[in-house]
């Protein structure tokens, strides 16, 4: 049994939803266990994040999936205080090896999703571990809500949240995609784990 | 009179659109000349871009926006190698205050569009120029093919060009929004060069 | 007479002196004020970062240079807590047009400062304002400490801070591009501000 | 025997020494087969790359690392053309799931090599490949020119290249970070083939 972590802040509830598709994506592959944890506030005591049952569970885990909602240009500082907190896991190459991918929510289509994506990305590589995106075949564009990919995402996961209840985002295509990283990235790890280095 | 000069590369026509559009909006502004200046594939022999007459051009006007499309992540080939040939002019610092913005267009509402926006921004800091964005009002997500901003580029503009003739790309709001940022960019040249640096 | 603020988080006291050497930088240019503000983790409750009257002195200031260490690879969750708080003046456009500048500080010569940088750019460009990046020289690459510039950051400061006691860092070359990044900003912001929008 | 290929640009020389060390890394594994495949500006014609015997060979490879030389801030405009005639790859999904890495080398210790290196990851997410970054322990800072990641490059390698001659750069600690990281791309290149995915 492997086992795939998905840590995340979400402010409104939208990160929360992708978080949850992506986790029932890593949930429907065989040998697979997913842990869905949650960063908050209350985990943040002047500036400094701590956790230590969470964090022991990230460090158990083959596989960590970083989700945070795109405020003001960059992941929120919820999840920011998160990141500080690994820096002694850096330093001692602790995650060394492991899976990793991510993902994020914004209420624009853009709205910089990238820039917080490729950060994720810098904290896996900094972190020593194997980062995975989406791979889903390219949108055919056709502007349906339905769509795979329709903004076009390829480090990581940019879902577009919801601003107005009548919008009623994130869409289904959104979620599908989301929920199909959450299997590639399951996929990937059964596969990664199955033959130890230098085998 | 002041000069405002948008130096781009168009693969398809996307991108040549919104320059048409940026320098629309610049154009409506009293006291500034626009040149629209277009990078060619026939610039470049054995991967190095030259034209010193288009060269000249740029370094006699008071502002440049540089743009392209973003392919496979990134700005084309072709303005790639035009870069390059700008690194005489880093040394010298003979861009050095010059007003400097960007625009790129690619078929997804995102599709790494932000990444060849800070891209151009990069260019212009090493050239020491003043990067200016856009500034219109945030968009209110209705949706609407008219919205100003739907899709949040704040860094530069990000159109969302034509890939399947019947959806008619870019929409009337990205051009409108393209048109905008000619105008922002030509008002802030006009006002940065009413007073010489140490007046 | 103009302000220029510098609003800075410091983790370990190295970005706080590279905030000084800017504040220097700035101070010696006549007609320019200098407000000096740190964010600290006792702003912070609950995630959420809170300061009237560090914001309200923003929002007064005619420019403002952010400042934060980079750890794990982006901004500090203290400045990120800050910059979340800046969602409604983005929102109702309050800083358009103010200059803008960044600096940050961390152990490695690189280590991921570029992508600190290029969030601050981010961030100033979201709140519609003009981002100025250092104009000093190119560097000759001496190797030599006093050296302006000896790393090569286009987009801001990138000083090297001291982890190493007897490293004696960030150099008196890093120390002295910093101070003449205050002053280039300083000076940009009287040029700036000398002719009014739509004069 | 699994393949690992090294495409890259090298104007002055500097990027083709980190190619060859990382190489040499690589072909200290048993089991690996190297491939160094030189772009070069001959096999550009009117802004267009094309070879279709070295894209055969990438597109028989395992693993694909791509190397580039930082001008004016982003790979040089001969990988720029390179990476543009791979649309057709991404669009077949062709080079799905194969390992990736990158490096690049220019003058400066920093000189936004880290904005060429996270475009090297974004080529390769658009790509579908799987991201390897070095995984060489933290540099214990000594300033030392021996010393592994000294300037504290994570999300692939940062060499610093040879302006003046009597510097004699890259260093042997930069050259032998770039060995080990084509080290440790092959290993990890095993490992990924040693298990079919759905195994």
Same mark, same amino acid.
């Given at each position: 049994?492997?086992?795939?972590?998905?840590?995340?802040?979400?402010?409104?509830?939208?990160?929360?939803?992708?978080?949850?598709? @992506?986790?029932? +994506?890593?949930?429907?592959?065989?040998?697979?266990?997913?842990?869905?944890?949650?960063?908050?506030?209350?985990?943040?005591? !002047?500036?400094?994040?701590?956790?230590?049952? =969470?964090? !022991?569970?990230?460090? %158990?885990?083959?596989? /960590?999936?970083?989700?945070?909602?795109?405020?003001?240009?960059? @992941?929120?500082?919820?999840?920011?205080?998160?990141?500080?907190?690994? %820096?002694? /896991?850096?330093?001692?190459?602790?995650?060394?090896?492991?899976? !990793?991918? +991510?993902?994020?929510?914004? %209420?624009?289509?853009?709205?910089?999703?990238?820039?917080?994506?490729?950060?994720?990305?810098?904290?896996?590589?900094? =972190? *020593?571990? @194997?980062?995975?995106?989406?791979?889903?075949?390219?949108?055919?564009?056709?502007?349906?809500?339905?769509?795979?990919?329709?903004?076009?995402?390829?480090?990581?996961?940019? !879902?577009?949240?919801?601003?107005?209840?009548?919008?009623?985002?994130?869409?289904?295509?959104?979620? *599908?995609?989301?929920?199909?990283?959450?299997?590639?990235?399951?996929?990937?790890?059964? *596969?990664?784990?199955?033959?130890? =280095?230098?085998?």
């Amino acid at each position: 049994m492997k086992t795939v972590a998905i840590v995340f802040h979400s402010g409104y509830g939208n990160t929360a939803k992708v978080a949850a598709a @992506v986790a029932e +994506g890593a949930h429907a592959v065989a040998g697979v266990t997913v842990r869905l944890l949650a960063l908050t506030p209350e985990q943040i005591t !002047a500036g400094r994040w701590q956790d230590d049952a =969470l964090m !022991a569970e990230l460090s %158990a885990a083959d596989a /960590i999936i970083f989700g945070a909602p795109t405020y003001m240009g960059m @992941v929120s500082g919820v999840f920011k205080c998160f990141a500080d907190a690994t %820096a002694g /896991i850096w330093f001692q190459m602790g995650w060394k090896d492991k899976i !990793a991918g +991510g993902f994020t929510s914004s %209420a624009y289509t853009s709205g910089d999703k990238v820039m917080t994506l490729h950060y994720l990305a810098t904290l896996a590589a900094q =972190l *020593r571990m @194997v980062w995975v995106g989406p791979a889903a075949p390219p949108s055919n564009l056709t502007g349906d809500e339905q769509d795979l990919d329709r903004n076009g995402y390829y480090i990581g996961i940019g !879902a577009v949240g919801n601003v107005r209840e009548d919008l009623g985002l994130p869409s289904a295509g959104d979620l *599908r995609t989301a929920a199909l990283y959450g299997q590639r990235i399951a996929e990937v790890t059964l *596969r990664w784990q199955a033959a130890p =280095l230098n085998a």
